[in-house]
């Protein structure tokens, strides 16, 4: 991923825009690429929701069987609260 600093006014307020809504930027009248506001995404948020292979392995995650927390509790005693040393 590249990162542009915005310094042109012109440029500034499509960004401006683009926080609030999506802008698509055009050539020749063909969209070529959209500007979507990250305002308040984290660099890794935003790595992972741009990264096809991690949605892959999301996907493939969740064609596996699933395990309730019912399950786990029993299996692990999660629901059993802790001693505590006095």
């Not at 683009?18 to 990250?38: F, H, N, S």
């Not at 990264?51 to 064609?63: G, H, L, P, S, T």
Request: aromatic residues 8%; charged residues 35%.
């Amino acid at each position: 991923m590249k990162t542009l600093e915005v310094d042109e006014p012109a440029f500034g307020a499509v960004v401006d825009e683009a926080i609030l809504d999506k802008v698509v930027l055009t050539r020749g009248g063909q969209p070529v690429a959209v500007l979507v506001g990250v305002s308040g995404v984290d660099q890794e948020q935003l790595e992972y929701s741009l990264d096809e292979n991690f949605w892959k392995w999301i996907a493939e995650r969740r064609k596996r069987p699933r395990v309730s927390l019912a399950e786990l509790d029993a299996r692990y005693g999660f629901d059993k609260p802790e001693e505590t040393a006095n």
